[in-house]
């Protein structure tokens, strides 16, 4: 079966998942007119800003060991780079890593490139980094730049294969292409998929002269677990999720996250891949099936305490260690209990509205439902099919709990924020600040440094949670002393305002 891999250029999410970034109303709403086919045409007549799915491909290549990225682009697109730098070291050392500095390279094209084309500053490029850091693995992002003017970087990779040692990754992932910027994960699978050994030498020759459902044996009878990780997800959670899996009697190895290039070789020596966010994995996971025979499981993000057990069973059912993983959930579980009583009188009752990542801010919602609180409204950053099931479970109390689909666009956050009045926030990185501004205590829904997956997730969320909650003052010295950019007319009007349906919309701005 031929898959999307087979193409130079990979499809974007809007064509591959029917993907929707734009919405406002009810969970039930939501997952209705997602089913329905009916979210492809939503649209906002005005929009603050967006991200870019070249930030969330280089969140994932930034952080490979032995690697060095080249951004062909203008000197300008590099910029987010610096910041990185500082993450990678620390999750380098993490995991018992040497630490080393971000490695990156632009192509610098300049006007007179968008004229001549800039493919001969790339193969320059590439000749250099290589010469001068010897990598095992170049990644080459294309950015709008080389979109625009037609540069052909696999052409440029195939001609300068021979000139260098490493291995040369050309990633399409230019930010004009497509509004869902999670296909930048995508971009990266897709160049991965094509120019990196993922498998040893033998069994990727069985591979090409038989069907994959052919690999040997005893590959299929590994107690080896590949679970793919998220720039999100710190060196804790996965610690979190390895002890897990031990307990039932599985191996687990992370990837790609911070996965040594050679370590992609043995890719297909698992039995089973597993991810955590659907978001994240399903382009990957879906190619390595059909060339490779490996099965995946793709069901709810291990947050909290359902979801954690949902998870662990599922992946324990595909070993038949179902009674082992009972006996794990049922000790684990009682723990948690013992060590949750002294925070659950504190969060009962807390009102906390939610922003993030689609699959994230569903099963952090069911988490502070456990908790004990009342999830008021949460936002995702874009939406598609693998929601569904999860958003109707998470709203099961409230079905028509407010749902807001937005990358960014803080205009819209601020409005339901200040209707809301929620005792705590639980944002994603770039929204917490704006709502501390507005008076509200706010939990980084991600941080690496700490837990949130599995049970110590759960604990580590709740006892945060109790001591952000204890003290408001300095978010309401914040609200105090702060202006915020909207006029306050703009908090008076309709939240979504400004999401259509394909037509004209709303004018002028909040």
């Known amino acids: ?51 870019c799915q070249m930030s969330l491909a280089l969140t994932m290549v930034t952080t490979i060991p032995d690697a060095v990225i080249i951004m062909h682009a203008p000197p300008g697109c590099g910029g987010s780079n610096v910041s990185m730098d500082l993450y990678v070291r620390n999750g380098l050392n993490a995991r018992g890593e040497k630490k080393a500095p971000l490695i990156w390279f632009t192509s610098n094209l300049d006007e007179a490139d968008v004229i001549a084309g800039g493919e001969e500053k790339l193969e320059a490029t590439i000749v250099e980094a ?58 990266v699978y897709h160049g991965l998929a094509r120019y990196v050994q993922l498998a040893p030498h033998d069994a990727q020759r069985l591979v090409e002269e038989s069907p994959p459902h052919g690999l040997l044996d005893e590959r299929r009878k590994s107690r080896r677990v590949n679970v793919f990780n998220v720039y999100s997800i710190g060196r804790s959670d996965e610690v979190e999720l390895a002890r897990l899996l031990e307990l039932i009697g599985l191996e687990a190895r992370f990837y790609p996250n911070f996965a040594r290039p050679e370590a992609f070789a043995e890719l297909t020596e698992a039995s089973l891949n597993v991810s955590i966010c659907a978001t994240h994995d399903d382009y990957f996971l879906t190619f390595l099936e059909e060339r490779y025979g490996i099965p995946y499981l793709i069901d709810t993000m291990p947050i909290g305490i359902r979801n954690t057990g949902r998870w662990l069973r599922a992946v324990a059912a595909r070993f038949g260690l179902e009674e082992q993983a009972e006996r794990v959930i049922a000790a684990e579980e009682a723990e ?20 993030g990542g689609e699959m994230r801010v569903a099963a952090t919602a069911m988490l502070m439902h456990e908790l004990g609180c009342e999830v008021v409204g949460f936002r995702a950053h874009h939406y598609d099919e693998f929601g569904d099931d999860l958003y109707l479970t998470a709203a099961q109390d409230r079905p028509g709990m407010e749902v807001n689909v937005a990358t960014t666009q803080t205009f819209e956050l601020a409005n339901l924020i200040e209707r809301a ?65 909207y006029r306050e007319s703009w908090y008076r009007n309709a939240p979504f305002a400004y999401i259509t349906d394909g037509a004209d919309g709303a004018g002028g701005r909040p």
Not at 143 to 156: H, K, L, Q, R, Y
Not at 442 to 458: D, M, R
Request: charged share 25%.
């Open 336 to 355: 948690l209990e013992r060590a949750l009583s002294d925070y659950r009188p504190t969060l009962a009752g807390k009102r906390v509205y939610l922003g």
């Open 421 to 485: 009045q929620p005792d705590l926030y639980l944002g994603h990185s770039g929204s917490n600040a704006w709502v501390a501004k507005l008076g509200v205590p706010t939990l980084p829904i991600f941080s690496a440094p700490q837990t949130y997956l599995g049970y110590l997730g759960v604990f580590e969320v709740a006892r945060r949670a109790v001591r952000l909650t204890a003290n408001r003052a300095f978010q309401e010295k914040l609200r105090r002393h702060t202006r915020q950019p």
């Open 1 to 51: 079966m031929a898959h999307h891999t087979d193409q130079k250029v990979l499809p974007k999410r809007e064509d591959r998942l029917r993907t929707c970034h734009a919405y406002g109303g009810t969970s039930c709403g939501l997952v209705q007119e997602s089913r329905g086919g009916c979210l492809v045409r939503s649209e906002r007549s005005f929009t603050q800003v967006c991200n």
């Open 130 to 187: 290589d010469l001068r850091f010897r990598p095992r693995l170049i990644f080459v992002v294309s950015t709008c730049t080389p979109g625009i003017i037609g540069d052909d970087i696999d052409a440029v990779a195939g001609r300068v294969r021979s000139r260098v040692a490493a291995t040369v990754v050309p990633l399409h992932c230019e930010g004009f292409k497509t509004r869902i910027s999670a296909t930048g994960y995508d971009a």
